[in-house]
């Protein structure tokens, strides 16, 4: 089992560009999550999903739409990159009742300039 | 919103034991979770407390006491690969957790 992967691993855009992010787990998880991880601020929820086809806002959701169109994919997609938006973002899921214990990506480090 | 408080830096010696705190809010409160962070590395789970009382898994243990809103992670024996960041996580209504700022610990010779 690969568990759960995110491309891409690295990425410098220019403000006002666009970009999806891609996260995608074989571990059958209902509950799959956005995080971005800023230096001295941990870990914050953008977005999250309980289920195919639900999604819903978490933390710091603004300038960012997320789609689950299948189980085991969970995409995060920025329309107009700002510079306040680079940051290391992270992918998650879990198991129904055990949103406690979340299995994370390897993460994306964006740039944007 | 819910806000956790955890040191920023702690600092030990190889083979001692460490005790990371985490004070917590109340609303919502489910139970407290603890992650490890290496650094460029992702978040990966250590421990999770939902009632009072301590939780053991090898050299790391993990509290909760309810009517403090507090809890802590113990790490024993320590190595030197245990030099990371440590998160305590609420886990709150609606599936969600919400992390603390984060210890980063150091391990020395």
């Known amino acids: 089992n690969a568990g759960v992967t995110q491309t891409p691993k690295f990425r410098v855009l220019k403000t006002g560009q666009s970009m999806t992010l891609l996260c995608a787990q074989d571990?059958?998880?209902?509950?799959m999550y956005w995080y971005r991880q800023d230096p001295g601020m941990g870990l914050r929820l953008i977005h999250y999903s309980v289920g195919e086809g639900t999604t819903a806002k978490g933390e710091v959701p603004d300038g960012y739409n997320v789609s689950r169109l299948k189980k085991q994919n969970f995409l995060l997609g920025l329309e107009s990159a700002a510079p306040s938006q680079t940051s290391v973002y992270f992918c998650?899921?879990?198991?129904?009742?055990?949103?406690?214990?979340?299995?994370f990506g390897p993460g994306t480090r964006l740039t944007v300039t | 919103g819910q806000s956790l408080e955890q040191p920023s830096e702690v600092t030990a010696v190889e083979g001692a034991i460490v005790q990371i705190n985490c004070t917590y809010q109340t609303s919502g409160f489910y139970g407290l979770s603890w992650y490890q962070q290496h650094d460029g590395g992702a978040p990966t789970f250590l421990s999770y407390?939902?009632?009072?009382g301590l939780e053991e898994t090898g050299r790391f243990s993990s509290f909760l006491s309810r009517s403090d809103s507090y809890g802590y992670l113990l790490l024993q024996e320590l190595q030197m690969k245990d030099s990371a960041s440590y998160f305590c996580a609420q886990v709150g209504g609606g599936n969600k957790l919400t992390f603390g700022t984060g210890t980063q610990l150091k391990v020395e010779l």
């Open positions: 998650a899921s879990s198991p129904p009742g055990q949103d406690y214990e979340q299995y």
């Open positions: 571990m059958n998880h209902e509950y």
């Open positions: 407390n939902a009632l009072d």
